[in-house]
């Protein structure tokens, strides 16, 4: 992975490190959250070519309960949730459920907490999974994005193999 900056809406360049932020990222070590921010730069140069900033909160349960019960009013913790405001996106990604899934489904954790960043931006995007239709095209979405940067597909349903 190569690309560096990603032309925003106005044409401009920025930085990978100005254009995609991972925030609390010392839940993560510092090769994996530079690898993301490559990796999702580029992403979103494909996904959402009009975005200027893409804020990633890496997050455990605890702080994942409190946002999914104030902006879902469900206290449970979750993988993802998204706020988009026009150009700009924040995504919230919960590291101990990436934790266990990618233990559970036996690939690399940087894959897991990826494809969680990658889902997160195609909902601000207008994907949704709620109908099984929709489901389906946002999972073929993502993992034909993730071919794009080479890597292979990483979302499997409950029971399913990677």
């Known amino acids: 992975m190569t690309t560096q900056s990603h032309a925003g809406h106005d044409g401009a360049d920025t930085d990978a490190n100005e254009f995609v932020e991972i925030l609390s990222s010392s839940l993560i070590d510092p090769q994996t959250q530079r690898w993301l921010q490559t990796c999702l730069t ?12 893409l804020t990633i909160s890496l997050v455990d349960d605890a702080a994942m309960q409190v946002l999914h019960t104030r902006h879902m009013n469900d206290p449970t913790t979750t993988d993802v949730l998204t706020f988009a405001d026009g150009e700009q996106v924040d995504v919230a990604v ?11 489904m036996g690939h690399a954790l940087q894959r897991e907490l990826l494809l969680y960043c990658l889902h997160g ?8 999974d709620r109908t099984p239709l929709d489901y389906a095209r946002m999972h073929a979405e993502e993992d034909r994005l993730l071919a794009v940067i080479g890597v292979q597909a990483t979302f499997a349903p409950e029971g399913g193999g990677a």
């Open 121 to 128: 931006l195609l909902h601000a995007v207008g994907f949704d």
């Open 42 to 53: 580029t992403l979103c140069a494909h996904a959402a070519p009009k975005l200027r900033r």
């Open 94 to 104: 919960c590291v101990c459920e990436a934790t266990r899934r990618s233990a559970e």
